[in-house]
C-alpha cells in the first residue's frame, strides 16, 4: 500500500474511533464508564423521592451522628442514603435549643442549636418564589429556596458536596425568642403585625429586616458540617473584582486557564475538575457570586470543593449568565462521569427529577416553574459548550477520567 494510502487509512480509523468516544460517553451504554455511570445514576433515580415524616427506626444513633459519618474528603454524604429522609425530617421539626447571631458574612442569617446539640444556620425568606432579582448576576438578598433547590441539585447531578439542607416554617416568638440571645434579641422588631429581625452581619440594616407572616418564618436550614472536618478557605480562580470597571484576568484573557493550571493546587489532583464541576452548577442555578470556596484543610488538593452557601442563586431565571462557565469554555474540559450524567438528564429529565426531588420539601413548592424550564434550557447551553470543545481539540483532550491525577503541562 502506498504511504498516501496508507496515511488516508490510518486517518480514517483515527476519525473512527474518535466518533466511537463520542458516542459512547454521549449517553451511550457501550463504554465501561457509561455503563457505570449509568448505574449511578438509576441509583440516584431510585432515591430521588423521599417520604415526608420518615424517622430513624433501626437504629440508637442519632441523626445527625448518622450525617456526621457520612462525610469523607471527596463526598458529604453517600451514593446510596436510605436514612437521607429522616435526616432531612428531623432537621426540620427538631426542638430549637438556642439561636445566635449568624457566623461572619456580608447576608441575613441566624445560628441555631437543634437538639442533641447540632449547628445548623437558617437563612429566612426574603422574596416570593415569582420574584424576579434584576441587575448584575450576584444581586439582590440571600434566596432561602435556593439553598433547598441546591442540595438537591448536587444529588440529582452526582456530586454529593453540598451540605444537607431543608426548608422550614420557623415560629418566632415560640420557637426563637425564648432561646435567643441578647444580641440576636436586639434585632427584633415589628411592622405591623409581623415580627422581623435584621441580625448582624456585613450588610445587615435596621431598615432592611426579614419579616415573617405574622409570627411564622419561612427558611432553610443548612446542616453544619462536622467540627472534626475544619474548613479551609479559597480565592476562587475565577472569582470577580466586583467593582465597576475592574476586570478580573480570566474576562480578558482567553488563555487563563494554561497560568491557572500551574498554580497549587490546581497543577496535580483534583481541584480543577471540581471548578469547572462547579462552574456548570453554578451556571445551572444562575450562582454567579462563587468569590471564594472552601475544601477540607490540610487536603493537599485532594479534598472535595464543597459547595457551600448557594442562595445568591434562582434569581433571575430569564438571564442565562454565560461567564460563569468560564472555567469549562476557557479550559475545555469536563470529567468523564459529569458529561454522561449530564447527557442522561436532558430532554426535560433535569427538571422533572428535580420536581420530584422537591416535592418533599416542608416548604414546597421550593422553585416557580420558570426556574425549573430554565435548568433544563441551561442545561443544553453546557452541552453545547462541551461539543464545542470536542470540536476545536477532540474527545481525548476533553473528557477527562475520573480517577486520572492530571499532572498539568
Same mark, same amino acid.
Given at each position: 500500500?502506498?504511504?498516501?494510502?496508507?496515511?488516508?487509512?490510518?486517518?480514517?480509523?483515527?476519525?473512527?474511533?474518535?466518533?466511537?468516544?463520542?458516542?459512547?460517553?454521549?449517553?451511550?451504554?457501550?463504554?465501561?464508564?457509561?455503563?457505570?455511570?449509568?448505574?449511578?445514576?438509576?441509583?440516584?433515580?431510585?432515591?430521588?423521592?423521599?417520604?415526608?415524616?420518615?424517622?430513624?427506626?433501626?437504629?440508637?444513633?442519632?441523626?445527625?451522628?448518622?450525617?456526621?459519618?457520612?462525610?469523607?474528603?471527596?463526598?458529604?454524604?453517600?451514593?446510596?442514603?436510605?436514612?437521607?429522609?429522616?435526616?432531612?425530617?428531623?432537621?426540620?421539626?427538631?426542638?430549637?435549643?438556642?439561636?445566635?447571631?449568624?457566623?461572619?458574612?456580608?447576608?441575613?442569617?441566624?445560628?441555631?442549636?437543634?437538639?442533641?446539640?447540632?449547628?445548623?444556620?437558617?437563612?429566612?425568606?426574603?422574596?416570593?418564589?415569582?420574584?424576579?432579582?434584576?441587575?448584575?448576576?450576584?444581586?439582590?438578598?440571600?434566596?432561602?429556596?435556593?439553598?433547598?433547590?441546591?442540595?438537591?441539585?448536587?444529588?440529582?447531578?452526582?456530586?454529593?458536596?453540598?451540605?444537607?439542607?431543608?426548608?422550614?416554617?420557623?415560629?418566632?416568638?415560640?420557637?426563637?425568642?425564648?432561646? &435567643?440571645?441578647?444580641?440576636?434579641?436586639?434585632?427584633?422588631?415589628?411592622?405591623?403585625?409581623?415580627?422581623?429581625?435584621?441580625?448582624?452581619?456585613?450588610?445587615?440594616?435596621?431598615?432592611?429586616?426579614?419579616? &415573617?407572616?405574622?409570627?411564622?418564618?419561612?427558611?432553610?436550614?443548612?446542616?453544619?458540617?462536622?467540627?472534626?472536618?475544619?474548613?479551609?478557605?479559597?480565592?476562587?480562580?475565577?472569582?470577580?473584582?466586583?467593582?465597576?470597571?475592574?476586570?478580573?484576568?480570566?474576562?480578558?484573557?482567553?488563555?487563563?486557564?494554561?497560568?491557572?493550571?500551574?498554580?497549587?493546587?490546581?497543577?496535580?489532583?483534583?481541584?480543577?475538575?471540581?471548578?469547572?464541576?462547579?462552574?456548570?452548577?453554578?451556571?445551572?442555578?444562575?450562582?454567579?457570586?462563587?468569590?471564594?470556596?472552601?475544601?477540607?484543610?490540610?487536603?493537599?488538593?485532594?479534598?472535595?470543593?464543597?459547595?457551600?452557601?448557594?442562595?445568591?442563586?434562582?434569581?433571575?431565571?430569564?438571564?442565562?449568565?454565560?461567564?460563569?462557565?468560564?472555567?469549562?469554555?476557557?479550559?475545555?474540559?469536563?470529567?468523564?462521569?459529569?458529561?454522561?450524567?449530564?447527557?442522561?438528564?436532558?430532554?426535560?429529565?433535569?427538571?422533572?427529577?428535580?420536581?420530584?426531588?422537591?416535592?418533599?420539601?416542608?416548604?414546597?413548592?421550593?422553585?416557580?416553574?420558570?426556574?425549573?424550564?430554565?435548568?433544563?434550557?441551561?442545561?443544553?447551553?453546557?452541552?453545547?459548550?462541551?461539543?464545542?470543545?470536542?470540536?476545536?481539540?477532540?474527545?481525548?483532550?476533553?473528557?477527562?477520567?475520573?480517577?486520572?491525577?492530571?499532572?498539568?503541562?
Amino acid at each position: 500500500m502506498k504511504l498516501k494510502q496508507r496515511m488516508v487509512v490510518l486517518c480514517a480509523v483515527l476519525l473512527l474511533l474518535g466518533l466511537a468516544k463520542i458516542f459512547l460517553l454521549d449517553g451511550g451504554e457501550g463504554s465501561a464508564a457509561s455503563r457505570r455511570d449509568l448505574r449511578a445514576f438509576h441509583k440516584m433515580e431510585a432515591g430521588l423521592s423521599l417520604s415526608r415524616g420518615a424517622r430513624l427506626t433501626h437504629t440508637l444513633q442519632s441523626p445527625w451522628e448518622i450525617a456526621s459519618q457520612w462525610v469523607g474528603p471527596r463526598e458529604v454524604y453517600p451514593e446510596e442514603t436510605p436514612e437521607l429522609a429522616a435526616v432531612l425530617t428531623s432537621l426540620s421539626s427538631a426542638r430549637i435549643e438556642r439561636a445566635d447571631v449568624g457566623y461572619k458574612g456580608t447576608q441575613l442569617k441566624a445560628l441555631l442549636v437543634l437538639d442533641g446539640g447540632q449547628k445548623v444556620v437558617f437563612k429566612p425568606k426574603r422574596y416570593n418564589r415569582d420574584y424576579v432579582v434584576e441587575g448584575e448576576p450576584y444581586a439582590g438578598y440571600d434566596r432561602h429556596n435556593a439553598e433547598v433547590a441546591a442540595f438537591h441539585l448536587d444529588r440529582i447531578l452526582g456530586f454529593r458536596r453540598a451540605p444537607l439542607v431543608v426548608g422550614r416554617n420557623v415560629n418566632l416568638r415560640t420557637e426563637i425568642k425564648p432561646v &435567643a440571645t441578647d444580641q440576636l434579641l436586639s434585632t427584633f422588631l415589628m411592622q405591623g403585625n409581623n415580627t422581623c429581625f435584621y441580625g448582624k452581619c456585613y450588610y445587615c440594616r435596621e431598615s432592611e429586616p426579614a419579616c &415573617a407572616e405574622g409570627e411564622i418564618m419561612e427558611g432553610s436550614l443548612t446542616l453544619w458540617l462536622p467540627d472534626v472536618w475544619p474548613l479551609q478557605k479559597h480565592r476562587h480562580p475565577w472569582g470577580r473584582t466586583y467593582r465597576e470597571g475592574k476586570l478580573a484576568r480570566w474576562e480578558y484573557d482567553e488563555s487563563y486557564c494554561e497560568a491557572v493550571k500551574k498554580m497549587p493546587p490546581y497543577d496535580a489532583g483534583p481541584r480543577l475538575l471540581d471548578v469547572i464541576d462547579t462552574a456548570i452548577f453554578d451556571y445551572l442555578i444562575g450562582n454567579a457570586d462563587r468569590h471564594h470556596y472552601e475544601s477540607f484543610q490540610d487536603d493537599g488538593g485532594a479534598s472535595m470543593l464543597i459547595l457551600l452557601d448557594n442562595a445568591k442563586s434562582f434569581g433571575n431565571a430569564a438571564l442565562d449568565e454565560r461567564s460563569i462557565l468560564a472555567p469549562l469554555y476557557q479550559c475545555c474540559m469536563i470529567r468523564v462521569s459529569t458529561w454522561n450524567r449530564l447527557n442522561l438528564l436532558r430532554s426535560g429529565a433535569l427538571s422533572a427529577a428535580m420536581r420530584q426531588a422537591l416535592a418533599f420539601d416542608p416548604i414546597h413548592p421550593v422553585l416557580a416553574e420558570t426556574h425549573l424550564a430554565a435548568l433544563d434550557r441551561r442545561l443544553s447551553g453546557v452541552i453545547a459548550t462541551v461539543k464545542q470543545c470536542m470540536e476545536a481539540q477532540g474527545p481525548d483532550n476533553t473528557l477527562i477520567e475520573d480517577r486520572m491525577n492530571l499532572p498539568h503541562p
